[in-house]
């Protein structure tokens, strides 16, 4: 009888063979900003400038908070800076955020269409007074402080009166 279990149990066991591609992660998250800007004296848009886009360790933890929780905050606040700082996945933070004239912190659109791996934050800010050296710019979950999810570095961009600067984000998730 005993024998007879052991059979039973083998029959029972089914053995699971992964490939190597089974068992790494293929979850990987990507992006690039595209930084636009309106010249007013001009009437025109200048050329889209395409840069690469950093997902920070919070912008990591948001994405699984995400998965995890429905009440996961939303990173679709979006802000910029005249700081050239070299960031890290463990920055929480937009060095020199610029707070007026035009080009505060806002909350972003956000587009995706349903079983797309992409979705897009975007927002265009008009310019109040003149800046020099717009050059990052960051996404965040609360309208003030908040945690920073994701960070570009662009091609300094000065404005004037009136001249608008627009960044989109687009990110994959595959």
Known sequence: MKEELKSEERANVKVIRQSKEDTEDRLKIAGVVHVQKFDAQTGQWLP????????TNTGRDQISSAIAQASAGNAN???VSTSGT???????????????GGLARAQATYS??????TYSLAY????????????QGGTFDAATAGRMSFVSTFVSVSLNN????????Y????
């Open 162 to 169: 009136a001249d608008q600067l627009a960044l989109t984000w």
């Open 171 to 174: 990110t994959r998730v595959t």
């Open 124 to 135: 265009t800010w008009t310019a109040t007074t003149g800046f020099t050296n717009v050059q």
């Open 48 to 55: 889209t400038i395409v840069v690469p886009n950093l997902v």
């Open 77 to 79: 606040y979006v802000a």
């Open 86 to 100: 070299t960031h890290s996945a463990g920055s929480t933070t937009l060095t020199s955020e610029i707070t007026g």
């Open 112 to 117: 995706h269409t349903i079983g797309a791996d």
